[in-house]
């Protein structure tokens, strides 16, 4: 078992910035691929972005792209989300997974899931 914990998520302000971090204890394992979900209000959980096992190989999704990056510090079991030019429809709960192997962009894919972390940006 994975268990995984999300922190840094507050009220911000449009254009402002954000990192994110999740925490993972228990069976954690270097080889396991990461990634970062989101759900705003009233929609489904989506996509944002993940990475490999070592941190060479990162997926995000178009409305992030440039603006949101995905880290991992193995020695310290975390992984971050630098989220920059926040913009309100970023607003969301954000969930960190983790899955045993490589990089998956949907739910499905992911075997442990943290509890998510709110992130609002204001107008």
């Known amino acids: 078992q994975v268990q995984l914990v999300e922190s840094g998520g507050r009220l911000v302000q449009a254009g402002g910035s954000l990192r994110l971090s999740c925490a993972a204890s228990g069976r954690t394992s270097s080889s396991y691929s990461m990634g970062w979900f989101r759900q705003p209000p009233g929609k489904e959980r989506e996509f944002v972005a993940t990475i490999n096992w070592s941190g060479g190989s990162t997926l995000y999704a178009n409305s992030v792209k440039g603006r949101f990056t995905i880290s991992r510090d193995n020695a310290k079991n975390t992984v971050y989300l630098q989220m920059n030019s926040l913009k309100p429809e970023d607003t969301a709960v954000y969930y960190c997974?983790?899955?045993?192997?490589?990089?998956?962009?949907?739910?499905?894919?992911?075997?442990?899931w943290g509890q998510g972390t709110q992130v609002t940006v204001s107008s």
């Open positions: 997974a983790a899955r045993a192997g490589g990089l998956a962009v949907v739910t499905t894919g992911y075997d442990y």
